[in-house]
């Protein structure tokens, strides 16, 4: 092989992945919130589970993308593992549609198609439209890296040694070896499968060798969700290892077929002079009879996972480490979905806290209790503790993701720790306060006892709203917030004209009225953070609510 083929081949593999990426990342950008929002919800039917899988790896064109989410999903409790059975068995079907889009003798008019998908994502403005002019553009790069790599392979015709090596791969098992090990690598079936076609455009290996690659392609695509599972749950790792053993026996019935019946000749006489044609349709069937053949036997394929994958407990930080390893990967489709159920539960942990210090800094003006205050101060550092991890996830799903909707939503969440955070500040200062009066041997007057009840009553009852927050309509979360801030708001207004008549007629020591002031601002600011929380939790929910068009514009 000559230098000048080599850097053509080099080339053209690196336009036809580049433009396949650019395609699943507009796709995605496009259509992803609401695809996760479809496989979230609709997988109780397993005909509907399936066709929605098939659908969603379609119109993102990866399997491994969906195959990763399903993980996450299982993972995190948002879906049950048989559930996930037919997912990954649609996936395994629209996988599918890149080679057939592949087979498309369209090569002449990649150019142009690129041409118009790189004017619309450059000289439209509207969102949707650039999304779908990088689908568009990634779609010709494709077919040009396609044909840049079938002119590089053409004089390999005359390369004795590619040939029998080529050759070699009518041997079921290498075959299946090696696509399986290059698929693996690379980390895309519908990759693999593009240069498979390119090699049979090329006439450097036919259908009778091709298809035994193929079948190994469908098993390599595994590495994907096997990688994405490490650190997972139980049940996220055997929803990997049904995909794989989906594939395995698919590639097993098929090599079987291929050998004793003449498969290959039927599909290959469909389309009897297109290559590329033939591997896509050859591709399809498998999955499609795969799926065909398994479906009944779903429950007893997450059975038997069950038993190659007894349970065994998984810890936190073994969690932590599997979302880490999720935001770094490629395939970050549902992650935010993820991501979400993850970040509600530590921001229910982390508005706890903050709360029962509200509550039990307010105690400790009576209770004089020093070991309390200390305890106070170990949530405090915990709820930093939680801020600063929480702000660092969001960080990273923000960079990942690229649907407005779900960015929005994620600014809402990042709204609410934020407004935790400080709301646990205060608390700090009210403990703080405590313990000045306590050294200075100060105390408040009977009144102002009776004010700071009031005051811990109404923060208990603002925070516990927010606590109930899932369960309260978003409308009447935030117009009961606001109820409960003006509130506060009117009560601090009463308790500093209280304040100024009892310094009036020399009731109140000036330190501790100082102090008191302190009190009553922090009170407020409590208040003020309340309603930020209860307004951007409603936003959160409003935009889950949101049509697709309104999405669109956000």
């Avoid at 117009?479 to 020399?506: P, S, T």
Wanted: glycine share 8%; hydrophobic share 50%; aromatic share 6%.
């Amino acid at each position: 092989m000559s230098m000048g083929m080599f850097f053509g081949l080099l080339g053209g593999l690196a336009l036809f992945l580049y433009g396949m990426q650019m395609m699943s990342v507009n796709l995605e950008a496009a259509a992803g919130s609401r695809m996760k929002h479809i496989l979230e919800r609709l997988t109780a039917n397993r005909f509907l589970g399936v066709c929605v899988g098939a659908g969603i790896t379609a119109v993102i064109q990866s399997s491994s993308a969906t195959t990763v989410m399903v993980v996450g999903f299982v993972n995190s409790g948002l879906m049950t593992l048989r559930q996930a059975v037919w997912i990954i068995m649609g996936a395994n079907i629209g996988t599918t549609v890149t080679g057939q889009l592949i087979a498309l003798d369209i090569g002449e008019l990649a150019p142009l198609i690129t041409f118009i998908g790189v004017a619309l994502a450059l000289f439209v403005k509207r969102k949707q439209t650039q999304f779908a002019g990088g689908i568009i553009a990634g779609l010709g790069i494709l077919f040009i890296g396609m044909g840049m790599m079938g002119e590089a392979m053409v004089p390999l015709r005359e390369s004795e040694a590619f040939v029998n090596l080529m050759t070699r791969f009518s041997n079921p098992l290498l075959g299946i070896l090696a696509g399986a090990v290059f698929t693996a690598i690379i980390q895309s079936s519908s990759a693999s499968v593009g240069i498979l076609q390119a090699l049979a455009v090329s006439g450097l290996i036919g259908l009778d060798s091709a298809v035994f690659v193929l079948f190994g392609q469908n098993i390599g695509t595994c590495i994907t969700a096997a990688l994405a599972s490490i650190g997972a749950s139980r049940d996220a790792k055997r929803a990997t290892l049904i995909h794989l053993l989906f594939n395995v026996i698919g590639t097993a019935v098929f090599t079987a077929v291929c050998i004793i019946w003449p498969l290959t000749g039927l599909v290959g006489s469909f389309t009897p002079h297109n290559p590329a044609a033939q591997i896509a349709n050859m591709h399809t069937l498998f999955n499609i009879v795969t799926t065909l053949l398994l479906l009944p036997f779903g429950a007893q394929l997450a059975q038997l996972a069950g038993r190659l994958l007894p349970d065994k407990a998984m810890g936190k930080a073994e969690e932590e480490r599997w979302f880490e390893d999720l935001l770094e990967s490629e395939h970050v489709l549902g992650v935010s979905v993820i991501a979400r159920k993850q970040l509600k539960e530590d921001i229910g942990r982390m508005l706890s806290l903050a709360a029962e210090n509200v509550d039990k800094g307010f105690l400790t003006f009576g209770d004089r209790d020093e070991a309390e205050l200390e305890k106070i101060l170990e949530r405090e550092e915990e709820i930093d503790l939680l801020n600063a991890r929480l702000s660092r996830k969001i960080s990273k799903v923000l960079q990942a993701e690229h649907s407005p909707a779900e960015v929005e939503a994620l600014r809402h969440m990042f709204t609410v720790i934020g407004n935790i955070e400080r709301i646990g500040d205060h608390a700090k200062n009210l403990a703080g306060y405590a313990k000045n009066m306590m050294d200075r041997k100060l105390e408040l007057s009977d009144q102002a006892s009776d004010e700071l009840a009031e005051m811990r009553q109404s923060c208990r009852c603002a925070l516990r709203l927010l606590c109930n927050a899932d369960y309260i309509a978003s409308g009447y979360l935030a117009e009961e917030a606001a109820l409960l801030e003006q509130e506060i708001d009117d009560k601090a207004a009463l308790y500093r004209l209280n304040q100024m008549e009892r310094m009036g007629v020399g009731t109140c020591h000036v330190e501790t009225s100082i102090l008191y002031s302190e009190i009553l601002t922090d009170f407020e600011r409590i208040g003020d953070h309340v309603l930020n929380i209860a307004r951007a939790w409603a936003g959160l929910e409003e935009t889950d609510r949101l049509p697709v068009s309104e999405k669109e514009k956000l």
